[in-house]
């Protein structure tokens, strides 16, 4: 059974960092590309950042987070984490990860909670 667990979420204020982790299970994590998506309420999840298999780990971020975040894989802890630096309130949403688009698990994880205010 294919299991995804968020964590790392919460309240910050602008400007602050946190880190996002994914524990995986139920499939061969270290053979596939991993996403992070976010979603806030009334829009739909967005892929916002990729990272390919070892060893070429290539990565992929969305505009609004270039230069802030940094995707990363720890594939013997089937573990993809997300680090969030210089936050801003545009930020605030839900985070999941999972697979690539079109090739995503239907189980999606409860994803954790990420609000920046002041």
């Known amino acids: 059974q294919v299991q995804f667990v968020e964590s790392g979420g919460g309240l910050v204020q602008p400007g602050e960092s946190l880190t996002l982790s994914c524990m995986v299970a139920?499939?061969?994590?270290?053979?596939?590309?991993m996403c992070w998506y976010r979603q806030t309420p009334g829009q739909e999840r967005k892929l916002v950042a990729h990272?390919?298999?070892?060893?070429?780990?290539?990565?992929y971020y969305t505009d609004s987070i270039k230069g802030r975040f940094t995707i990363s894989r720890d594939d013997a802890k089937n573990t993809l984490y997300l680090q969030m630096n210089n936050l801003k309130p545009e930020d605030s949403s839900v985070y999941y990860c999972?697979?690539?688009?079109?090739?995503?698990?239907?189980?999606w994880g409860q994803g954790t909670q990420v609000t920046v205010s002041s």
């Open positions: 999972n697979r690539l688009p079109g090739w995503t698990f239907p189980s």
């Open positions: 990272i390919t298999q070892a060893p070429s780990s290539v990565l």
């Open positions: 139920g499939f061969d994590f270290s053979k596939y590309p």
